[in-house]
């Protein structure tokens, strides 16, 4: 059982690493952040064992064929923290979206183009 865990858990961050990478080439738009809610730490994620939450953050955006959104998440935190967070982050605030033009459903958030958007780091989905 621990062997198919470990299997699956590398072929999730293989498909995430291809994705991440596609996704740089992308173009990008601005997106809307909706209200934060509290998650579990996404088992991909690093962090200390105290850090076993993250704030996940719907967010939208507008091209020209439509409305488009997803969620992104802040790096591992403590309840604590992500608490804190979700007090400081106000409904709105804009984040930067890569998406992929043949799909524009498919969207990443990318950590170096959302520096200093968020009070903490983007956790790249």
């Known amino acids: 059982m621990i062997l198919w865990d470990w299997f699956f858990r590398m072929q999730r961050r293989k498909k995430r690493e291809e994705l991440l990478v596609a996704a740089r080439t992308w173009p990008s738009a601005t997106a809307k952040l909706l209200p934060g809610v509290l998650v579990d730490k996404d088992e991909l994620a690093e962090g200390t064992v105290a850090q076993d939450r993250q704030v996940e953050f719907p967010y939208y955006f507008t091209l020209e064929s439509g409305y488009f959104g997803g969620h992104v998440r802040t790096v591992a935190c403590s309840e604590g923290e992500a608490r804190r967070l979700m007090k400081q982050v106000q409904e709105g605030a804009a984040i930067t979206v890569r998406y992929n033009p043949a799909n524009p459903?498919?969207?990443?958030?990318?950590?170096?183009?959302?520096?200093?958007?968020?009070?903490v780091g983007v956790w790249e989905s």
């Open 105 to 119: 459903d498919q969207a990443c958030v990318l950590a170096g183009d959302n520096e200093g958007a968020l009070p």
